[in-house]
């Protein structure tokens, strides 16, 4: 089982490039997450979407954009990269909200982005 | 927003012991539980144990354990008969309904078990 796939896993980029960091999951799941996690925090959330076509903003969204064209797939955009952006981030999936019986959140592996 | 307190940036414990993780959290969202992650030193987020809210009995997961108390708001984890491999990251995380249930995750606990 593939489950949540991230890419790529580790990414350098230069002061205002720009990129898109991919997250696909296989299990049908309704609801996906973007988070990321500075050194010695706990994850903060970017975005998230409840459905194909249906996205909001977290709690720290500046500098990002994301789309759910699909069921399947949940691309987060960098414009305009920024030191501030350096950080591990993780996209995360579950079939319905996460605290609903029987229902807890799947991380990807993590993409690890340095802005430089 | 909620805010959720570990209170234990950094624990030790000798292999074979028990140890407890702090947690608690300010919410008024107390429809919905608690879950913990452990994130080893290779980065992945692993699901440990999950609390509903309404659950009558304390939530086990094999060595995990929740001492849960929902008036007060906390959720503490317990490991019992500690590994070497139990050393990693801790962090509790309940849910937010008005972010899609997004999980809204504390500062963390390191817990480095010792032989």
């Known amino acids: 089982n593939a489950g949540v796939t991230q890419t790529p896993k580790f990414r350098i980029l230069k002061i205002g490039q720009s990129m898109t960091l991919q997250c696909a999951q296989d299990?049908?799941?309704?609801?996906m997450y973007w988070y990321r996690q500075d050194p010695g925090m706990g994850l903060k959330l970017i975005y998230y979407?409840?459905?194909?076509?249906?996205?909001d903003k977290g709690e720290v969204p500046n500098g990002y954009n994301v789309s759910r064209s699909t069921t399947e797939d949940f691309p987060l955009r960098l414009e305009l990269a920024a030191p501030s952006q350096t950080s591990v981030y993780f996209c995360?999936?579950?079939?319905?909200?996460?605290?609903?019986?029987?229902?807890?959140?799947?991380f990807g592996q993590g993409t690890r982005l340095t802005v430089v | 927003a909620q805010k959720i307190t570990q209170t234990q940036p950094g624990m030790f414990v000798q292999e074979k012991e028990a140890v407890t993780l702090d947690c608690t959290y300010d919410?008024?969202?107390?429809?919905?539980?608690l879950f913990w992650y452990k994130q080893p030193s290779s980065g992945e987020m692993i699901f440990l144990i999950y609390?509903?809210?309404?659950?009558?009995q304390n939530a086990t997961e094999g060595r995990y354990s929740l001492n849960f108390q929902k008036a007060r708001k906390s959720a503490n984890l317990v490991i019992s008969a500690s590994q070497l491999g139990d050393s990693a990251m801790y962090f509790c995380?309940?849910?937010?309904?008005?972010?899609?249930?997004?999980?809204?995750f504390g500062k963390g606990t390191s817990l480095l078990v010792t032989p």
């Open positions: 995360a999936s579950s079939y319905r909200g996460p605290g609903l019986p029987n229902t807890e959140a799947f």
């Open positions: 299990m049908n799941h309704n609801y």
């Open positions: 979407s409840v459905g194909a076509g249906i996205t």
């Open positions: 919410t008024s969202d107390q429809s919905y539980g």
């Open positions: 609390q509903g809210s309404y659950d009558e």
């Open positions: 995380a309940p849910p937010n309904s008005n972010s899609g249930y997004a999980l809204n």
